[in-house]
C-alpha cells in the first residue's frame, strides 16, 4: 500500500530533509541502502543501526513507539492518523504506546479535526495535518488524450454503462449492504471495484452477486490514474462509525485531482470539503449518483474540486511540518 507515511517521506525530501525509511522488517540478504528518490533511501537495517545520527527527528507512528528507544536524542514527531482500534496488533500495547507518544512528542500531527479535539486537552501544540494527494500523478487522468483502457475495463466500458468506481482496501468499514442496495436501485450504472481483501470480509457478499457490479483485486499506485480516466464517479462508501468519522480519506483529494464527483456517507472529516456529494441512505446515495452524472461537465463543480485538491497536496503538508520542525528546534535552543 502506498499511503500517508510513504507520501509524506518523499514529500519532506522535496522539502530539503535527508529522509531514511527504515522497514519494519529486514534482510539480511538485501542491500542495505536503496535510493528511491533524490535525499529518499529506503533502508534495510534495524533502527539500532542509525543510532549514531545526531538528533535525528524519528516519525512515529501509534504501533512503533518502541523503535525510539534505538536513537540517541531524537526529537519526536507522531502522526495520529487514525482512531487506535483500527489498528492490528496488541491492542493494549498500541494504546500504551499512544499514551507514551502524547506524552514524549516534540510535535504531534493528526489527521482528522475529531482526533484533534480528543487530544486537545492533554496536547494544545498539537497540528491538524491531514491527508492529501499527489496531483501531478493523479490529474493525469484528467488528460483529453486518449489512454488506452486497461484491459479488465474494457468489457466494462463495452457495455457503455457509467461508471462508479472505488478504490482501497475492502474491509469491515466498506458499507457492502448499502452498496448491494444502491447497485440493485441503479441497475443503469455499473459499479467497479479495487483493491485488496483487507480482513476477509470480501468473499461471500451478495455484492458480487451482481451483474453489474464486478471486483478488479488489486492494482498498482502507478495504474490508478488509467482506471479513474474513465470512470465517471468516485466513490467513498464507508459505514458510519467514531473510526470513520475520523478518517481522512486520501482517495478523497486524488479523486477531486482527477476530476471526477464524488459521493459519499455522511463521514463528518470528508464532509469538510466543498463540493462533495453526500448520501445516508441507500436512495439518497443513488439520487447522489444521479447528480453527480449532471455534474461530470459543469466547469464550476470541476473548478472547486481541482481548487481543493491544489489546496491539499503532499507537498503542502511537508512545508507545514517542516516549518513546526524548524520552529520546535529553535524553540528547543532558548535559553529559558
Same mark, same amino acid.
Given at each position: 500500500?502506498?499511503?500517508?507515511?510513504?507520501?509524506?517521506?518523499?514529500a519532506?525530501?522535496?522539502?530539503?530533509?535527508?529522509?531514511?525509511y527504515?522497514?519494519?522488517?529486514?534482510?539480511?540478504?538485501?542491500?542495505?541502502?536503496?535510493?528511491?528518490?533524490?535525499?529518499?533511501y529506503l533502508?534495510?537495517?534495524?533502527?539500532?543501526?542509525?543510532?549514531?545520527i545526531?538528533?535525528?527527528t524519528?516519525?512515529?507512528l501509534?504501533w512503533?513507539s518502541?523503535y525510539?528507544?534505538?536513537?540517541?536524542?531524537?526529537?519526536? $514527531?507522531? *502522526? !495520529?492518523?487514525?482512531?487506535?482500534?483500527?489498528?492490528?496488533?496488541?491492542?493494549?500495547q498500541?494504546?500504551?504506546g /499512544? &499514551?507514551?507518544?502524547?506524552?514524549?512528542?516534540?510535535?504531534i500531527?493528526?489527521t482528522?479535526?475529531?482526533?484533534?479535539?480528543?487530544?486537545?486537552?492533554?496536547?494544545?501544540?498539537?497540528?491538524?495535518?491531514?491527508?492529501?494527494?499527489?496531483?501531478?500523478?493523479?490529474?493525469?487522468?484528467r488528460?483529453?488524450?486518449?489512454?488506452?483502457?486497461?484491459?479488465?475495463l474494457a468489457?466494462?466500458?463495452?457495455?457503455?454503462?457509467?461508471i462508479?468506481?472505488?478504490?482501497?482496501?475492502?474491509?469491515?468499514?466498506?458499507d457492502?449492504e448499502?452498496?448491494?442496495?444502491?447497485?440493485?436501485?441503479?441497475?443503469?450504472y455499473f459499479?467497479?471495484?479495487?483493491?485488496?481483501?483487507?480482513?476477509g470480509?470480501?468473499?461471500?457478499?451478495?455484492?458480487?452477486?451482481?451483474?453489474?457490479?464486478?471486483?478488479?483485486?488489486?492494482?498498482?499506485?502507478?495504474? $490508478?490514474? *488509467? !482506471?479513474?480516466?474513465y470512470?465517471?464517479?468516485?466513490?467513498?462508501?464507508?459505514?458510519?462509525?467514531e473510526?470513520t /468519522? &475520523?478518517?481522512?480519506?486520501?482517495?478523497?483529494?486524488?479523486?477531486?485531482a482527477?476530476?471526477?464527483?464524488?459521493?459519499?456517507?455522511?463521514m463528518?472529516?470528508?464532509?469538510?470539503?466543498?463540493?462533495v456529494?453526500v448520501?445516508?441512505?441507500?436512495q439518497?446515495?443513488?439520487?447522489?449518483?444521479?447528480q453527480?452524472?449532471?455534474?461530470?461537465s459543469?466547469?464550476?463543480?470541476l473548478?472547486v474540486?481541482?481548487l481543493?485538491?491544489r489546496?491539499?497536496?503532499?507537498?503542502?503538508?511537508?512545508?507545514q511540518?517542516m516549518q513546526?520542525?524548524?520552529?520546535?528546534?529553535?524553540?528547543?535552543?532558548?535559553?529559558?
Amino acid at each position: 500500500m502506498f499511503q500517508r507515511p510513504q507520501h509524506l517521506a518523499l514529500a519532506l525530501a522535496r522539502q530539503g530533509a535527508l529522509v531514511l525509511y527504515l522497514q519494519s522488517r529486514f534482510s539480511l540478504f538485501e542491500r542495505q541502502f536503496r535510493k528511491l528518490a533524490e535525499r529518499t533511501y529506503l533502508c534495510n537495517l534495524p533502527p539500532a543501526a542509525c543510532a549514531d545520527i545526531p538528533s535525528p527527528t524519528v516519525y512515529c507512528l501509534s504501533w512503533n513507539s518502541e523503535y525510539i528507544q534505538s536513537f540517541k536524542s531524537p526529537r519526536i $514527531l507522531y *502522526d !495520529y492518523i487514525d482512531e487506535i482500534a483500527v489498528f492490528d496488533g496488541e491492542r493494549q500495547q498500541i494504546a500504551q504506546g /499512544h &499514551a507514551q507518544l502524547l506524552e514524549k512528542a516534540d510535535i504531534i500531527t493528526v489527521t482528522a479535526t475529531r482526533l484533534y479535539k480528543q487530544i486537545q486537552s492533554l496536547r494544545p501544540d498539537a497540528i491538524l495535518c491531514p491527508n492529501a494527494v499527489d496531483y501531478p500523478h493523479f490529474a493525469r487522468a484528467r488528460s483529453r488524450e486518449q489512454i488506452p483502457p486497461p484491459n479488465d475495463l474494457a468489457p466494462i466500458l463495452a457495455t457503455g454503462k457509467p461508471i462508479v468506481g472505488y478504490y482501497g482496501a475492502l474491509a469491515r468499514w466498506l458499507d457492502y449492504e448499502l452498496l448491494t442496495q444502491v447497485a440493485n436501485l441503479k441497475p443503469d450504472y455499473f459499479f467497479v471495484l479495487i483493491g485488496p481483501d483487507h480482513d476477509g470480509t470480501l468473499h461471500g457478499q451478495p455484492l458480487f452477486q451482481l451483474s453489474n457490479v464486478r471486483w478488479l483485486g488489486t492494482k498498482t499506485y502507478e495504474a $490508478l490514474p *488509467d !482506471y479513474l480516466h474513465y470512470w465517471d464517479i468516485a466513490i467513498i462508501p464507508f459505514i458510519l462509525n467514531e473510526i470513520t /468519522h &475520523a478518517t481522512s480519506p486520501l482517495k478523497l483529494f486524488e479523486y477531486m485531482a482527477s476530476g471526477k464527483p464524488v459521493v459519499i456517507t455522511p463521514m463528518q472529516e470528508s464532509m469538510s470539503y466543498p463540493n462533495v456529494l453526500v448520501g445516508a441512505t441507500p436512495q439518497e446515495f443513488a439520487h447522489q449518483l444521479d447528480q453527480a452524472m449532471l455534474l461530470r461537465s459543469n466547469k464550476e463543480y470541476l473548478g472547486v474540486i481541482d481548487l481543493v485538491a491544489r489546496e491539499n497536496t503532499w507537498d503542502v503538508r511537508a512545508a507545514q511540518l517542516m516549518q513546526a520542525l524548524s520552529a520546535s528546534r529553535t524553540q528547543s535552543q532558548t535559553p529559558k
